[in-house]
């Protein structure tokens, strides 16, 4: 299948990002966006600040043949900034001082009252035949270039500044310059299942669409199933067939599907909360306080969350939920009794329509025979009834925790439906 | 100043990576190892499942000389994983059946009740003159080959099968074919400050340390300040000029610095603690949890932190913290007052040493003139003394409150010093 889309390449430039554990996240961003105008990237750079390796990676996209070419980073007034000159140089195109940006160079550092200096007049070079691209977030402009058929654009590093500049100066470049057919995708997203699963119940429903990418993913208990229009350009038969195939697919897997796209489970699950006008309060034990965490990471969660408590100690399960200290003795903290005592304890006395508990087995220590590491019961009483329910968890601390957590969130959502 | 280290490069497979917003994280754990062999990544790719874009990363990082070159993902029995077939032949090498991979992956099928398909043989198949790395912790093994004077590893994706492989298998390998310095490094961790503001302080000190490379890094309230040794390779003259370097910054710098490594600050919280024999307790309005959830990361946490309420409503604080209903009413919930009375109510009602609170306004909404967004209270009452700070933190809610959690855990830190 001929793929129409165009070519894009992203090279991020800066050391830290090789040698200092940081991660480069700006190209997930301009991958996403960069669909939007029917670019896709098929090749990531990360480079440190050296002329040599940014010419390298500039010729070697060039000589691919893509389309859009995204420079990150480098553009800031330090002697290690040098994106902007080594482009130059590769290109041999020479640099030209642009009065207008150190004008408005002065106006920032007075604001500070600064006075400019040699390494801030470095950020108002201008390759020859090159547009700048103005930065209302930061003092370093971006820049935008044509070669070869290629256009060439040198974004600034810091996220804040890059996403507004390629929002509002690099995208409608492309479209106008490079009229693409935009991508037309589709994604589902559910919880509670394995890949395999998941694979085996809808492989004979995505495998007759061959017009159709579909690839799965998995995470932590968490699957996207993604659907691409690959087929020729017509966006009303892409999204037919795309309608079409994720009903299909949604209807075969049912309720566990949370979203048909990449949201966050907390944002489902506080919107049917919403919905339906019900408060939400916790009660955590080996979570602890992960769940309200990622409750309250929603804006305007005050409105369907109450809040609740985090019970790290037998103790507190007792002086803070209700929870019976004979349960505790008989039965152990991590057991189906303690959770629905600490899941209708939270919910009484809060107030709350719904009282929602973890306890469990995070590991690495504290686990037995029989009660091994990876335990977790959950406990959720609404309506003057309350449930437990047994997890089993693979993996390491933050594995149980997190999938705890989100099996968690869906048994309120899926108690809702 | 030359180089003494190896040239490293890392090229990671996989469309999933270009296309469907995954972070390629396996870099940044093999960037930090390969570091203790001498080889530092000057170069990291990726590309999509293309043979042709394979062939490039190689050759590209073949011509430029480097040592170590190590590809990840790929290596799976699905038609798109093409790393050993795409390597193979960029370097014409053919591939070979090896009989024992065949046979364990017999075994390994077997144990699932399933039978070979020709899809696993693939996995079985080795360029000559490679050798096979075993992979206890999944299907597909690794590959290691030489060329060119550069040593080539073929590593799985996942990073619970990529992590054991590297350290058991790949390290030992470089250090033994390519003996190189260890790179001597030291890192000062700190948490309160503005890089501006570090820099400012320390600049003098590093400065005098040409054979020193300093790199500041701040990231959202805490500032790294990595030192590496790039003067000739004498590991004890490199580790007393790094000892005496972090040692006039860290006496520049005082207790803001909380961390010699690149360490979170809940695990120093915690060790002081549990060296201080002293219990906490949370009681979190607008961060919701996160401070808990921080604290519990880390294992053993029982030990230190016995758990304590999230009141994200009024009245929650009023019932479960004790906090006066008058005081709401005169000074707000975000307040001082209001700070110290969660501080107070949650440690008297736990019984732990230490109770530290946070009451503040996230964001987006919810603020005003006198209380604008990111206005946030803490409040810390231990040895019956219960005091408050006032914070104003910059930007979105995300930000907002991990710069809040961060201050409230540096808070306890510092007072127990």
Redesign the interface.
Known sequence: MADKFLRAEIIAVG???????????N??FL??RLKSVGA?????????D?PQ?IE?ALK?ALA?SSDVIIFSGGLGPTTDDITRESVAQALGRPLQLDPAIIDDLKRRAAAFGLKLTDNNRRQAMVPKQAEVLDNPNGSAPGLYLQQDGALIFLLPGPPRELKPMTEDQVLDRIRRLKPAPQAVSRCLRLVGLAESQVDHQVEGIYKSYPEVET?I?SSLGII?L?F?WTGPDEPSRARQALDELVARVGEKLGSRVYSER?RELEEVVGEILRERGKMLA?A??????????R???V????DY?????????N??KV??LGVNETTLERFGAVSPQTAEQMARGVRE???ADIGLAVTGI????GGSAEKPVGLVHLGLSMNDDTQSRRLQVPGE??FV?LRTVRAALDWVRRSLL
Do not use: M, N
């Open positions: 050391s830290e990002l090789l040698d200092l554990g940081r991660v480069e996240s190209s997930i991958s996403q896709r990237v098929k090749r990531k750079w990360v480079v440190g050296s390796e390298t070697t691919a690839t993913l996207d993604h691409l990449d916790t955590e034990s080996c979570t602890g306080g992960w769940i309200s965490k409750l309250t990471d804006a305007g969660s005050s969350y109450l809040g609740g408590v985090v019970a790290y100690t103790q507190l002086d803070l006395r809060t107030g995070a590991g690495p220590g601390r933050r925790r």
